[in-house]
Structures are given as structure tokens and as C-alpha cells.
């Protein structure tokens, strides 16, 4: 499975959006973009996932590069509740064992 | 629906005590994953099984192991407990292609 690279720490004001980064140059075709985030050690919160188009839902944008090497999260509105650990996973559609680096620590300010 | 449940929450343990974790999937959902999270390895992954079995394992020693039952539900077992297993617990189900979804762990405390 492919690796992913994220920066370790963001910060974001309260009401603007956030963008999170992901970095994936040795994804191959087959895999998808997922993205997870983790709010004080709870269990990790599904947030959005993508093969090749961009994708939205009531929680998140993911916008894919044409050439599927990076990726980013978007959070249109960010508010103090999305501070957590966001993470990038690359996962290949026969292998659902999720390989997890260590994720960008997004925190929203007021 | 409702979501995956995960017993206990907490629990301390000794050193070289055994331990039982149990996990209840989303309805529905036949692939139960179990993940061990720690400050210094992040996320790791410990095995999958898939209408009752093991279909991947991580690389752990053999005192992590686990079982499904015919409903789906999910146990890990971990023995011998040495200090290094403390450790948040995460369980994950899915559908057969679909999304993982999480508990809310068990953190278990071994002294």
C-alpha cells in the first residue's frame, strides 16, 4: 500500500476553511484516498474517502489532483469542534487493512 | 443504525494477567478489524476476520489473538500482559467493500 505524507501541525481560524494537505506519489490505480480524523483519543470518525474525482458530503471536500499524487481536505467552515488529528490513508480495494501514519494535528482557533 | 460498540471502556490489568476485549459491530456489517493505539507506534493494525475468520493479521506476537462469533460480534484476547500492552483498543467494521467505521476503544492500563 501506498505511503502517505502529511505535515504534522496546522492551525485555522474559527469560521474560515481548512485546508489539509496529503501527499501520495506512489499511489496506483486501484487505491482510494481516505480520510479519518480522531478527537481526543476516541475512536477515529469517518469522514470522506475518493478514487479519481473530487468528492463532497455534509462534512468535507476532497479535491484529487489529476495525477492522483496529493490530495486535500477541505473543512468549508472550521469550527472549535474539528480540532483533532487528521488522517490521510491511502487503501487498496482487495486489502482493507488501513496503514496509518502519524496525521496532521488541525487546530482551530478562535 | 447504531454504531460499533465496544466493552469495556477502561481496565487495569497486572502484568502477566490475560485480557478479553469485545466488540459489537455496526448490524449488518460481517468484517470486524482490530487496531492497537499507542502514543509512541500510532495506529497499528492486529487482525480482520470475516464471517468468523481470520482473513489478515498484523505483525504482533502470537499473545494477541482473536475470534468472531456466527453474529459478527468480535473478541481479542491478549496474555501474558506486559506493560508495553497498555494501549487504546480499536475496533472497526465494515460491509464487504465499504468503509470502516470505529468504536470508541477500550484503553486498557497494565502496571
Known amino acids: 500500500d501506498a505511503k502517505t505524507t502529511q505535515p504534522p501541525s496546522m492551525d485555522c481560524a474559527e469560521g474560515r476553511a481548512a485546508n489539509l494537505p496529503c501527499n501520495h506519489s506512489?499511489?496506483?490505480?486501484?487505491?482510494?484516498v481516505y480520510w479519518y480524523r480522531q478527537i481526543h483519543s476516541q475512536g477515529p470518525q469517518y469522514i470522506i474517502h475518493?478514487?479519481?474525482?473530487?468528492e463532497t458530503n455534509e462534512m468535507a471536500s476532497l479535491i484529487i489532483t489529476e495525477d492522483r499524487k496529493s490530495s486535500t481536505l477541505i473543512l468549508p467552515h472550521a469550527t472549535l469542534r474539528d480540532t483533532a488529528v487528521y488522517y490521510c490513508?491511502?487503501?487498496?480495494?482487495?486489502?482493507?487493512?488501513?496503514?496509518w501514519g502519524a496525521g496532521t494535528k488541525l487546530i482551530i482557533k478562535p | 443504525k447504531a454504531g460499533v460498540t465496544q466493552t469495556p471502556r477502561y481496565l487495569i490489568k497486572t502484568r502477566g494477567q490475560q485480557v478479553t476485549l469485545s466488540c459489537s459491530p455496526i448490524?449488518?456489517?460481517?468484517?470486524v478489524s482490530w487496531y492497537q493505539q499507542t502514543p509512541g507506534q500510532g495506529l497499528q493494525f492486529l487482525f480482520e476476520?470475516?464471517?468468523?475468520?481470520?482473513?489478515n493479521k498484523g505483525n504482533f506476537p502470537g499473545r494477541f489473538s482473536g475470534r468472531q462469533f456466527s453474529n459478527s460480534r468480535s473478541e481479542m484476547n491478549v496474555s501474558t500482559l506486559e506493560l508495553g500492552d497498555s494501549a487504546l483498543y480499536l475496533c472497526?467494521?465494515?460491509?464487504?467493500?465499504?468503509?470502516?467505521?470505529f468504536g470508541p476503544g477500550t484503553r486498557l492500563l497494565v502496571l
Open positions: 472497526a467494521s465494515r460491509e464487504s467493500q465499504e468503509t470502516q467505521y
Open positions: 448490524s449488518g456489517h460481517r468484517s
Open positions: 476476520y470475516f464471517s468468523e475468520t481470520q482473513r
Open positions: 506512489t499511489i496506483s490505480g486501484n487505491e482510494y
Open positions: 475518493g478514487l479519481k474525482n473530487n
Open positions: 490513508i491511502v487503501r487498496g480495494d482487495s486489502n482493507y487493512q488501513l496503514i
